[in-house]
């Protein structure tokens, strides 16, 4: 499975994904290009970072 449909499948279970987190679980060195494409597909993902200095990913409506 590749790292976009892993990271899809994590957001879609309704958690929340750190670049961190994706480097560990996926391998994904690249978190928010891989968010940027999920966004360019359609698919609604919002940061809901909390006064830090990394992203926090999200998907709306899950």
């Known amino acids: 499975m590749s790292q976009e449909k892993q990271i899809?499948?994590?957001l879609k279970s309704?958690?929340?994904l750190?670049?961190?987190e994706a480097?560990?679980?996926?391998?994904?060195?690249?978190?928010?290009a891989r968010i940027y494409d999920l966004r360019v597909k359609?698919?609604?993902?919002v940061n809901v970072s909390k006064d830090v200095k990394?992203?926090?990913?999200?998907?709306?409506g899950v």
Do not use: F
């Not at 480097?23 to 928010?32: P, Q, S, V």
């Open 8 to 10: 899809l499948e994590h």
């Open 18 to 20: 750190t670049p961190l």
């Open 54 to 60: 990394y992203a926090t990913y999200k998907m709306v």
């Open 14 to 16: 309704g958690k929340e």
């Open 42 to 45: 359609g698919h609604e993902i």
């Open 23 to 32: 480097l560990l679980e996926y391998g994904c060195m690249r978190l928010g």
